[in-house]
């Protein structure tokens, strides 16, 4: 029995051009951060503080949400509070009816691909527009990202350039603008080129649009303040030019106070895109004159994870990406081998919290190399954390009959010292077997590579003659 | 409203409920951040290199509008509500925050420069903000005197002195021209927002 992590990766696989652009082009952010990592001398004892500090703001947690809301509340914010997320899409949609919004411009929020905020609106008629580049194009595309911080990455150019030629109705006039700025002869589908066609695109939407919607990087309690991180600039533009500013947080995202602040602002940017910062790090703590801010803070289910024993940790997780950037699974097999909507390894954890029994087959997408505990930012146990849900496979009955019938082999052996023994002596018999029927797909421990040659001598053996 | 009650009492009472061990702040007193023997001078190296910022030295007493001039010589509109700034537009009196798209050029006030990462505070101080944004070139105008090493230095200030987040409920580090990579990873500069920054220390 394969997973669905294990056939979709196999498919993946199969185009070994594809496989090797995009484990090399994340690789590529895993060593950019390296190299921010390296040039601070307090970078450890910075993972190690913002370890603590999230350790206790989760464990202390509704005491920071009452000071939070009393804080934005008294700033003017309308907070909204929001169990799971079918009450998280009608609040949205209910600010946005009162207001008449025909149009809705967003910033990138994982929280509302989580609660799938787009569709909801979409069927009740209102015109959501991703404004992030990323996110644009898939949403033109109708994909879903394959990274939370990246998460159009894996699509080609000339993909983006037909999609945006197709789709975008002003493309001509656009591409004619920017041959007056830029007279050179470019190629159609240049990172440039395509680049201001959206930016243009995108202005036209931020100036239509009825209210804009953003996530929250940090919620700080001291103060009521919401942080926001990106380099384009599209979550200013989406909330500087509507008057509606809707804020969507997970209630796991707040932090105490500015001095917290300070520290996860330095990691997030180096951790997940190897940049000392973000472009724009902007802190909303009320409305604009004549606008409205309203903040919505989500449950679905964080509360519950916040009791469970062995995996109350994810709370403390920033969705930096850094753990997907540098997982050999996840480089190698791309978001959408995964069947949760946050791949790598802080997604397999986060939907086997979700849905232990829909969400297992992406158990399987670790090696245990614990290369992800090593650049999370906030010191999650993500691999360990993988490791205790395959213990639990076996309960969820969704445990791999081939290996349930291996191990209970192996106990017999390991049970048995003079069986253990004979067989040890005996193994190098099956090197004689032939080829043909050892590397055959019956013998599951040759799949992928070929059989391994049993020793002459055993460890045992070699040892007592030392 | 009686709904919305019920929903944070219950999601309070779980957490309440679901917190087992409690964990203490840590003091981040301990805490030894990055600093440098010239923090100015490494600010105007990371504007450069990390923000893909201009950077022009000014002496105090210089004029202003000379020096836009001389940054953006081709710039029609001017979008400004700075003392002494020649503006076309101005974003304490604008209609509406789209009237601002039309800006060539946005001039505004920083108030903290970070040397670690080239991030330059600036409070809203004007009625409508998109002059920091849907400008298409941004002048941010900086003193050295306001320059901090890190950011736990930079939001220190912003913590203990309401100069630092002044009229309106707003405030952003802005690090240089907004940029992207999304498409295929290459950095392109000119996303959503300002195509182009210049810094100018006084």
Redesign the interface.
């Known amino acids: 029995m394969s997973t669905q992590h294990s056939k979709a990766a196999a498919a993946y696989l199969r185009d070994e051009a594809v496989v090797t652009r995009h484990d090399q082009t994340f690789f590529a952010v895993r060593q950019k951060r390296d190299r921010m990592a390296q040039a601070l001398p307090e970078w450890e004892q910075l993972r190690e503080t913002a370890d603590q500090i999230k350790r206790h703001t989760a464990t202390h947690l509704a005491q920071y949400l009452e000071q939070f809301e009393a804080n934005a509340t008294r700033n003017g914010v309308h907070v909204h509070w929001a169990a799971d997320a079918a009450e998280y899409n009608s609040i949205v949609y209910d600010i946005l009816r009162s207001h008449d919004v025909k149009k809705v411009v967003k910033s990138k929020s994982m929280l509302t691909e989580e609660c799938h905020l787009n569709s909801s609106l979409e069927a009740k008629g209102i015109e959501v527009v991703e404004t992030d580049l990323g996110e644009r194009i898939l949403q033109m595309m109708q994909l879903a990202p394959s990274h939370i911080v990246m998460p159009a990455l894996h699509v080609h150019r000339e993909d983006i350039g037909d999609c945006f030629r197709s789709k975008i109705a002003d493309y001509d006039e656009i591409a004619k603008g920017y041959a007056a700025i830029s007279p050179e002869p470019h190629d159609e589908n240049d990172p440039t080129f395509l680049t201001y066609v959206a930016r243009m695109h995108l202005r036209r939407q931020f100036m239509e649009a009825g209210a804009g919607m953003t996530g929250a990087n940090f919620g700080v309690a001291a103060t009521g303040d919401v942080v926001v991180c990106t380099n384009e600039g599209n979550a200013d533009m989406s909330t500087s030019i509507p008057r509606l500013h809707i804020v969507s947080m997970g209630i796991e995202k707040l932090i105490p106070d500015l001095s917290s602040l300070a520290v996860f602002q330095r990691l997030l940017a180096r951790c997940g895109t190897g940049q000392e910062t973000t472009v724009y790090t902007s802190q909303f703590r009320g409305p604009r004159p004549g606008g409205e801010m309203h903040i919505i803070l989500v449950d679905n289910g964080r509360s519950e994870i916040l009791g469970n024993p062995e995996h109350w940790q994810t709370l403390k997780c920033m969705r930096c990406g850094a753990c997907m950037n540098t997982c050999p699974v996840y480089r190698r097999s791309a978001g959408y081998s995964y069947t949760y909507f946050i791949p790598g390894p802080i997604g397999i954890n986060l939907g086997m919290l979700r849905n232990p029994k829909t969400y297992s087959d992406n158990v399987s997408a670790c090696s245990l190399c614990c290369s992800c505990d090593n650049v999370c930012p906030v010191r999650v146990d993500l691999s360990s954390q993988v490791y205790r849900w395959r213990q639990q496979l076996d309960s969820l009955g969704r445990a791999d009959e081939m290996k349930k019938f291996m191990s209970g082999g192996m106990s017999l052996l390991f049970n048995h010292p003079l069986f253990y023994k004979l067989a040890l002596r005996l193994s190098p018999l099956v090197n004689w077997l032939p080829s043909s029927l050892l590397n055959s797909r019956f013998n599951p421990w040759a799949s992928g590579h070929k059989m391994m040659k049993f020793p002459k001598k055993s460890f045992h053996e070699l040892w007592k003659k030392l | 409203m009686e709904e ?1 009650m019920s ?2 009492e ?17 003091s ?1 007193k ?5 600093t440098y023997p010239d923090p100015v001078e490494e600010f105007k190296t ?1 504007a450069q290199t ?2 893909g910022a201009r950077l022009l030295e000014a002496k105090k007493g210089d004029d202003l509008n000379a020096l836009i001039c001389q940054i953006y010589s081709d710039a029609g509109i001017i979008a400004s509500n700075l003392p002494g700034v020649e503006a076309q537009l101005n974003p304490d009196t604008v209609a509406q ?2 009237d601002l ?1 039309t800006a060539d050029v946005g001039v505004i006030q920083g108030h903290i420069g970070v040397a ?4 330059v505070w600036i409070p809203q101080t004007m ?4 002059v ?3 400008s298409q070139r941004l002048v941010i105008l900086l003193s050295k005197e306001n320059i901090v090493n ?3 230095e ?3 200030r ?2 203990q002195s309401d100069e630092y ?1 002044c009229d ?19 950095l ?1 500069y ?5 195509r182009a920054v210049t810094i100018v220390l006084f």
């Open positions: 919305t929903t944070k219950a999601i309070l009472s779980r957490l309440r409920s679901n917190t087992r061990e409690t964990y203490d702040m840590p981040l301990a805490l030894h951040a990055i990371k990390v923000g925050a789209q798209e670690e990462n080239a991030c009625k409508e903000r998109a920091c944004f849907a890190n950011m736990h930079a939001y220190a912003i913590e987040f309106y409920k707003f405030g952003t580090f802005i690090s240089g021209p907004s940029k992207t990579a999304d498409i295929e990873g290459a392109v000119g996303a959503q927002a300002a």
